[in-house]
């Protein structure tokens, strides 16, 4: 991957995913240790350690291996454990998924007004 489509994907993951996993983070782990800061910190480290690590690995592995790195950079910037990082990850999509589902209605709703 270029450093073109890293920075994309960096612009576009903290506007999409740090609101969701931020908002996942202050529910989990408290005001105190979730900072709007930190989830971008995550999203932004999360990618570009992705980047690297599926220049080098591929396939199963570099699945595992990322799902490694995000929770503990979830751990180590939101001051939680392994399984209060899982539970926030899986939150997050959870949040991610409803707000999905709820724009998809919105834009269908929109596409019948017009058609």
Same mark, same amino acid.
């Given at each position: ?6 920075? /994309?994907? *960096? $612009? @576009?993951?903290?506007?999409? !995913?740090?609101? &969701? =996993? ?5 529910? #989990? ?10 989830? /971008?910190? *995550? $999203? @932004?480290?999360?990618?570009? !350690?992705?980047? &690297? =690590? ?5 396939? #199963? ?12 950079? *979830? ?30 209605? *919105? ?9």
């Amino acid at each position: 991957m270029d450093l073109t489509g890293i920075l /994309i994907q *960096i $612009v @576009v993951g903290v506007i999409v !995913v740090a609101p &969701v =996993l931020w908002l996942s983070g202050r529910a #989990l782990a408290g005001k105190q240790k979730a900072k709007f800061t930190d989830a /971008i910190m *995550i $999203v @932004v480290l999360g990618t570009i !350690v992705g980047a &690297v =690590l599926g220049a080098f690995l591929g396939g #199963l592995i570099a699945s595992i291996a990322m799902l490694i790195v995000w929770l503990a950079l *979830i751990r180590h910037f939101f001051e939680s454990g392994w399984l209060k990082s899982l539970a926030i990850a899986i939150i997050a999509v959870i949040i991610f998924v409803i707000i999905g589902v709820i724009l998809a209605i *919105i834009g269908f709703g929109i596409l019948n007004v017009f058609i």
